[in-house]
């Protein structure tokens, strides 16, 4: 992994805490993104109907180191075993040289789920730096169908604020996500942040979507928001006696200090688990009836 882009910002050579988005985002950035989709196109040929960038980097709140790429594939029909494979190792392989310590987060889909998004949702390949290790080590049984509770909340973010890097446009490609699909999708993730001391582990990551999570259900609007925007919005509208958690959250969210891959959950800071832990406890009361 190339850390070279991370330490200038460390330094102060480049600007801090800016969110980048993807038409004015680092060139380094920018061609790692562009090569990837290259490979797809090169692995995938015909099959390949379009490559869609969604989360942060596409709504303008990518923040180096933190953040991920996220991108959903999606090819004409289900592939077979060996080249679902190929293109898990071509990825991962490619991810081991990215510019940022945040890696890719992609699923490769068929165009029959982009169109109707059954419940369950099915893939045909996924990589992220969960899968690496697995995949680079053959543990990935292509040929079983797997499915994944996230993808309504990714198709969603695409319809509503993804970008088209390569292929059909969007429209064209995807169909309305029920909203209750999407709810439902989320509140599994607002589940496992709420479950035991999860919250401590991933600090920064779970007081964000917690107060997005709010945002949603509160102005119940059917619009999707990034992390920075929910942690706006929970110091606008949650109790003044969180501010100060929130605030922290949102700071060492938008901090370009490098930090190790294994210091991404908690951005290499301490935390008060103390205050952690009253937060969960405020979202486990006030959204008991979504979760």
Aim: aromatic share 10%; proline share 4%.
């Amino acid at each position: 992994m190339n850390l070279g882009r991370d330490w200038e910002y460390a330094k102060g050579v480049l600007p801090m805490g800016k969110g980048q988005g993807w038409v004015s985002c680092d060139e380094d950035i920018k061609q790692y993104v562009e090569q990837l989709v290259q490979q797809l196109k090169t692995i995938l040929g015909d099959q390949l109907k379009g490559v869609y960038l969604h989360g942060s980097l596409a709504m303008g709140s990518y923040y180096c180191p933190k953040s991920d790429i996220d991108l959903i594939v999606v090819v004409a029909g289900k592939l077979d075993a060996e080249r679902a494979k190929t293109v898990g190792v071509s990825i991962a392989n490619q991810a081991a040289d990215r510019p940022t310590t945040g890696n890719v987060e992609l699923s490769v889909i068929t165009g029959e789920v982009a169109r109707t998004v059954p419940a369950p949702t099915p893939f045909e390949v996924h990589y992220s730096s969960e899968w690496h290790e697995k995949i680079l080590q053959d543990e990935i049984f292509y040929s079983q169908e797997k499915i994944d509770a996230d993808l309504p909340t990714h198709l969603t973010y695409v319809t509503q604020r993804g970008i088209c890097l390569y292929g059909e446009p969007i429209a064209d490609i995807f169909g309305h996500v029920k909203w209750e699909c999407f709810l439902a999708s989320v509140m599994d993730d607002l589940k496992w942040i709420v479950q035991d001391e999860h919250i401590v582990e991933t600090p920064f990551y779970s007081v964000l979507n917690i107060c997005r999570v709010f945002q949603l259900v509160r102005e119940n609007n059917q619009q999707v928001h990034s992390k920075d925007e929910g942690g706006e919005w929970g110091l606008e509208h949650l109790p003044h006696e969180f501010h100060p958690l929130i605030q922290r959250a949102l700071d060492i969210y938008r901090s370009s200090e490098n930090v190790h891959a294994e210091q991404r959950r908690t951005g290499g800071k301490e935390w008060d688990k103390a205050a952690l832990l009253a937060f969960r406890d405020y979202a486990r009361v006030q959204l008991k009836d979504f979760i």
